[in-house]
Nanobody, 121 residues
Framework: QVQLVESGGGQVQDGGSLRLSCAASGRIFFMDAMGWYRQAPGKQRELVASITAGGRTDYGESVDGRFTISRDGAGNTGYLQMNRLKPEDTAVYYC???????????????WGQGTQVTVSS
């Protein structure tokens, strides 16, 4: 089993910044990828950003150029730096990891509990 601890959410004014963290622990032999998703009330969950083990990043169109995803080298902690936040960024942000519990095993997805980000105008 894998546990994810998210932190860094909160309330900020339009144009402000926040940094989210996601620390993964448990049965992790290798982390294939880490990602952040968000879900606003009445909307579907959407990809915000993702990063592979090789460092390749991918961003949702609405956050590209404002958000930056990173990982602590070969560790199991990831970050989402969010700059120039807008009211439409208000949502619950979820950390997702794709990990292999042991050598040769398939990958599995795990989700965090979510952290609220509120941007006021």
């Amino acid at each position: 089993q894998v546990q994810l601890v998210e932190s860094g959410g909160g309330q900020v004014q339009d144009g402000g910044s926040l940094r989210l963290s996601c620390a993964a622990s448990g049965r992790i032999f290798f982390m294939d990828a880490m990602g952040w998703y968000r879900q606003a009330p009445g909307k579907q969950r959407e990809l915000v950003a993702s990063i592979t083990a090789g460092g390749r990043t991918d961003y949702g169109e609405s956050v590209d150029g404002r958000f930056t995803i990173s990982r602590d080298g070969a560790g199991n902690t990831g970050y989402l730096q969010m700059n120039r936040l807008k009211p439409e960024d208000t949502a619950v942000y979820y950390c997702n990891v794709r990990v292999r519990p042991q050598i040769g095993a398939q990958s599995y997805d795990f989700w965090g509990q979510g952290t609220q980000v509120t941007v006021s105008s």
